[in-house]
């Protein structure tokens, strides 16, 4: 079977506080979707249920070998889901508060692109 593309959608995510990779990955791939319906997976596609979709992730964000990959992937409500995390994003000095467990001055910054394809004969 053929995949073909339907939608790509991408998102920052920020973790100002705690420097964790995943929360980032996992905001900036919310960030992607959180403004989009794809009624096309029905009515073009004829998909029958929202699980048939693929949705392939693809995030940068640094220190990605930390990532929590299943963590990230949770924030997708359907799909066959796939993710491949590479190194990127930013790291922009913030300033670091001991009362939110901050481990230095460090904000993570990640950017996120969401694919969503289907299967055609």
Known sequence: MARKRLVIEMGMGVDQHGQEPTVAAARAVRNAIAHNALPGVWEVA????PNEMIVEVQVAVPYP???RTDEVLAVLPFGR????VESGGMVVQGRAIPSLND????MLIAIAAVTVLIETD
């Open 65 to 67: 070998e930390q990532v």
């Open 81 to 84: 889901k796939t993710i491949n």
């Open 46 to 49: 004829g998909l029958n249920d």
């Open 103 to 106: 481990k230095n001055d460090d």
